[in-house]
């Protein structure tokens, strides 16, 4: 079974600035990939980011980052010039490819991310 | 373009009461259909997934059951409630084993 690990249950940043969240996991699988979901207070789950483990290139979509380091398990999310609107809960998510990943996904405890004005 | 919807939003039940939540996916077909509930301010937990019609998996053994009587179909019951079950319930499809997961509005399950 996978575990997930988000050290941070809650952070504060000021508005413009860049923040990283954490996330280690635990897992046996050598294929997986690796999400992060936002929770905003409407509680929608809306996706982040996604990384494929075979992929050594961290992926970025806008202002999201990651720095995936399959070694370490490690796979933190870097939001840069920070927005009220990043405001939610931030999940990690591992998600296995075998046996068809069909068992979906396994998300850590979360972060509480408050963008300060 | 697909779309998931899930109901209702908010549902106050008494202890003992029996529950069915619903879920409809639109605009695919076989998809893989999960149910998830959160607990107040804490993760998301995997109760029950479906690979296609009449298959289910249980996650975590519990006071819940779930169906899929349809392929686009997935309905998560109870025959009895317990304080224990109240919390905000998700319902997620996705396409393929790689795929992200989309998720429903969720319902917020208050047991009394």
């Known amino acids: 079974a996978q575990t997930v690990t988000q050290s941070q249950p809650e952070m504060s940043v000021q508005e413009a600035e860049t923040v990283t969240l954490s996330c280690t996991y635990d897992?046996?699988?050598?294929?997986?990939?690796l999400f992060w979901y936002k929770q905003p207070p409407s509680r929608q789950m809306i996706l982040v980011i996604r990384?494929?483990?075979?992929?050594?290139q961290n992926a970025t979509e806008n202002r999201f980052s990651v720095n995936f380091q399959k070694a370490a398990k490690s796979f933190s999310l870097k939001i840069s010039d920070s927005q009220l609107g990043d405001t939610a809960m931030y999940f990690c998510?591992?998600?296995?490819?075998?046996?068809?990943?069909?068992?979906?996904?396994?998300f850590g405890k979360g972060t509480h991310l408050i963008i300060q004005p | 373009s697909q779309t998931i919807h899930q109901w209702p939003a908010t549902l106050v039940q008494p202890v003992g009461s029996p529950l069915s939540l619903e879920c409809t996916v639109e605009?695919?077909?076989?998809?893989?259909l999960y149910w998830y509930r959160q607990a107040a301010g804490r993760g998301l937990q995997l109760l029950f997934y479906?690979?296609?019609?009449?298959?289910i998996s249980s996650e975590v053994p519990q006071n819940l059951s779930a169906s899929r009587p349809q392929d686009r179909q997935f309905i998560l019951s109870s025959k009895k409630l317990l304080l224990s079950d109240s919390g905000f319930y998700l319902c997620?499809?996705?396409?393929?084993?790689?795929?992200?997961?989309?998720f429903g509005s969720g319902t917020q399950l208050s047991v009394l």
């Open positions: 605009g695919t077909s076989n998809p893989n």
């Open positions: 897992t046996s699988e050598s294929n997986y990939y």
């Open positions: 997620a499809w996705s396409p393929r084993p790689e795929e992200k997961l989309f």
């Open positions: 990384q494929e483990a075979y992929k050594q």
């Open positions: 998510a591992p998600r296995r490819y075998s046996g068809g990943g069909a068992d979906g996904l396994t």
């Open positions: 479906s690979v296609g019609i009449g298959q």
